[in-house]
């Protein structure tokens, strides 16, 4: 991910509360609530070691990406479209 660093600093940098995973998918979902594009290109290689940070605790590994998925949802949309798709039990 490139961002310029100005944007960066002043859209709050990533939120600290995600610890891991989401953070960067957040603060792209600020960055176009305020007007902001983002793009993507194909033609890039990206290495990635899978789960590299919970290791073998797949347990982690799992809690973290939905918590920080609804972290996410619940700090991005609006109360309307929270209770649009968030199932109500």
Known sequence: M???RDLFIDEGM???SFFIYMEEIDICWRFLQQGYKIKSV???VIYHKVAASAKKN????IFYEH???L????KNLSTQDLFTILPVG
Do not use: A, G, Y
């Open 2 to 4: 490139l961002v310029r």
């Open 14 to 16: 990533f939120d600290n």
């Open 42 to 44: 194909p033609k890039s």
């Open 58 to 61: 797949m347990f982690k590994k």
């Open 67 to 69: 918590r920080n998925n």
């Open 71 to 74: 972290v996410m949802v619940t």
